[in-house]
């Protein structure tokens, strides 16, 4: 199933009229098309796969038919992702649409506190929301069997493919029913082979509904490169964020870059935080909030917060690294421009990344446009990286022996006689 189709509204989907108020109260009157297509088949209880670009509302097209379909059968939903920002959102999103009829939901995620864990598992939750490696680590120490999970949903399954959780994805697929005995739902912005192959040994005839093709960009979102030598690219930064208002998303390659990024950013002046798997859960966290509020106008990330920041209103994302896999470009772009609105994105390329571009570009289906460089600001001196320690007021003797070592410390120390036995 391939269509643009829009619906006006969502009457005619099957959604119960309790969950339709409640649509309306947040707000959400026009389905998106992955939206539109997909609640329909996955309500009658049917394995989907869903592709559609970030930002396009796959979350309320997996969590409304999962809520209502729990209120029908027994047993309860597994939703499984890549990282705990995208964890966090998804079971806020749940929230908001089962906060009228008592829905219950456990996160289990790396970086927090398994105490309070295991009090939301206690409380029989209706869906069960991890990350991979945590959910493993619950299910060695028997804290939970997932024997009971009629209804199973992998988000972003690609990118758990990419950051290696293949082991515990088929540890987890081994622990729940059988496919003929659940309802599985697979949504991600790209399907490559490994996916579908786990679609063909892991679904019941699924429903493919693809409103792009895997690895469109969103067309909302104008895209741009500079072509910058790597010791012009700080400067170049400077400059487009003199030129942009808004909040600015900034992707790097490493988490070692991104921290310098930070304190070069701040010393221009401008609020900034850090986003990466070397931050701890509340720093990662304060970051995405301060982001949201305004209290940070720019956020430095490397590839963990590529599909797990959704934050409408972002002005600009730069890839001031480009990313290591073609496909990551899709999801970095797809922070801006989300829900229809207009954004922008621009990479930087170094003058040897011809090829990195051309493969975003095949990828894509579409010719970037090169731009001229501006006039750049000068440059200014980098941030030191510590405080430089004070000289230390003691005097030491050096040693004849030619080492650094107190004087003193060069004889070995008088050993003491035993003392005479009485």
Do not use: C, W
Request: aromatic share 4%; charged share 25%.
């Amino acid at each position: 199933m391939n269509t643009n189709t829009e619906q006006q509204n969502f009457l005619g989907l099957g959604i119960a009229p309790q969950l339709l108020d409640t649509l309306e109260r947040l707000g959400f009157t026009t389905p998106t098309p992955i939206q539109h297509q997909s609640i329909p088949p996955a309500i009658e209880g049917k394995d989907v796969v869903g592709v559609a670009q970030t930002g396009t509302g796959k979350t309320i097209a997996f969590g409304i038919p999962m809520i209502q379909r729990l209120a029908q059968v027994k047993g309860r939903g597994l939703v499984i992702l890549p990282t705990r920002e995208l964890a966090m959102q998804v079971d806020e999103a749940l929230h908001d649409i089962g906060r009228g009829v008592g829905l219950r939901t456990a996160v289990l995620i790396g970086g927090a506190s398994q105490v309070k864990q295991l009090e939301a598992l206690r409380k029989k939750p209706h869906i069960i929301i991890a990350t991979p490696g945590r959910l493993i680590d619950h299910l060695e120490q028997k804290n939970i069997r997932l024997d009971d999970v009629h209804i199973l949903v992998l988000d972003e399954a690609d990118r758990m493919l990419d950051m290696g959780f293949a082991p515990q994805i088929n540890r987890i697929l081994a622990s729940v029913p059988p496919a003929a005995k659940r309802q599985t739902m697979l949504f991600s912005a790209t399907i490559p082979d490994a996916i579908m192959q786990i679609a063909r040994r892991q679904m019941r005839l699924p429903v493919r509904i693809e409103v792009a093709r895997s690895g469109t960009a969103p067309a909302t979102v104008e895209q741009e490169v500079f072509v910058v030598a790597k010791a012009e690219k700080t400067r170049l930064l400077e400059k487009l964020l003199q030129d942009t208002r808004g909040a600015v998303l900034v992707f790097m390659r490493t988490k070692h870059t991104a921290k310098k990024l930070t304190r070069t950013v701040k010393s221009m002046g401008i609020p900034a935080a850090e986003i990466h798997s070397n931050r701890t859960l509340n720093q990662r966290r304060d970051a995405l909030d301060g982001f949201k509020s305004g209290k940070y106008r720019v956020l430095v990330a490397t590839d963990i917060a590529a599909r797990g920041i959704d934050v409408r209103g972002i002005e600009l994302v730069v890839n001031y690294d480009l990313p290591s896999q073609a496909e990551d470009y899709v999801h970095r772009i797809g922070r801006t421009g989300r829900a229809g609105q207009p954004g922008r994105a621009i990479s930087f390329a170094m003058p040897d990344q011809r090829g990195d571009l051309r493969a975003i570009e095949r990828l894509i289906r579409t010719t970037l446009r090169i731009s001229a460089l501006p006039d750049l600001p000068p440059a200014r001196p980098q941030p030191p990286r510590f405080q430089q320690p004070q000289p230390s007021t003691r005097i030491q003797t050096t040693s004849p022996y030619g080492n650094s070592r107190p004087f003193h410390m060069n004889f070995p120390r008088r050993r003491r006689r035993p003392a005479a036995r009485r």
